[in-house]
């Protein structure tokens, strides 16, 4: 009988050793879509966030006033690579149709798989901040990642980006400069994936970012806009507020798994 129940007591102590914890985690991309979805998920275990020197200085005073909002510490983690200028040259290239932009894969995508692998004994729970519109890139992540509970908030409650940013107001956060500015997202300084507006509005808000873009282009004949270089773009081209130009969220490389 002893033996019975040392052994029962034994699978006991290996079924609960088998057990993983739920970890609910949130990928906020100094954007405000993102910090809305995790405000509104709630109960969120681990909020990170990953910086690219790329960045608006800005982001971080976001991050520190969600942070502040929260009453708990977003983690900052990083690549080697650290901006787009150094992965991109790491990679051979820019940005290619079907295959996306190497800063993606190298500054967003290895971080992320790092930081998988290191939780692998969780049970995660991924808090997305796709919004109404959105509901396509949903659908895929859930496809593409079956081994992940995800959430979608902002689909959930019927968000759009605008109502985010409504909220965020009311929240008394002030949200990241570039939008002020004129961007529809909090895209790093330059974002590789931007069209032929948002590139001549780089042009006149940040030259040095524009002329440095160009540059790379030509040393890795490799262009950001497919079938142009930049160098040969005209100032009067594009509409900035009729491209399609997602937040370079976390699932960004999703296009070119």
Not at 78 to 104: D, L, M
Not at 157 to 172: P, R, T, V, Y
Request: glycine share 6%; aromatic share 12%; with cysteine.
């Amino acid at each position: 009988m002893r033996a019975i129940q040392g052994i029962a007591t034994a699978l006991a102590i290996v079924f609960v050793a088998d057990v993983k914890q739920n970890l609910r985690v949130c990928w906020i991309s100094a954007g405000v879509s993102s910090f809305i979805a995790g405000w509104l998920a709630g109960n969120v275990d681990e909020w990170i966030y990953i910086d690219i020197e790329d960045q608006h200085p800005d982001s971080m005073r976001f991050i520190k006033d969600c942070e502040k909002a929260i009453g708990k510490e977003i983690k900052i983690l990083s690549s080697e690579y650290r901006n787009v200028e150094n992965a991109c040259r790491a990679g051979g290239f820019i940005n290619r149709p079907k295959i996306g932009a190497y800063c993606t894969k190298y500054l967003k995508k290895r971080v992320r798989q790092k930081w998988e692998y290191e939780h692998q004994d969780f049970d995660i729970t991924y808090i997305w901040g796709f919004d109404l519109k959105e509901k396509h890139r949903a659908e895929r992540t859930v496809e593409e990642y079956p081994q992940f509970t995800h959430e979608f908030p902002l689909i959930e409650h019927f968000l759009s980006k605008q109502d985010c940013h409504a909220m965020i107001e009311n929240l008394g956060i002030k949200r990241p400069v570039m939008y002020d500015m004129g961007y529809p997202n909090n895209n790093c300084v330059g974002c590789v994936k931007g069209g032929m507006g948002y590139w001549n509005k780089i042009r006149k808000d940040f030259p040095e970012v524009f002329a440095k873009r160009a540059k790379l282009e030509r040393d890795l004949s490799s262009s950001c806009i497919n079938g142009i270089y930049l160098d040969e773009l005209e100032p009067d081209r594009g509409n900035m507020e009729m491209e399609i130009f997602p937040d370079c969220s976390i699932m960004c490389y999703l296009s070119s798994e």
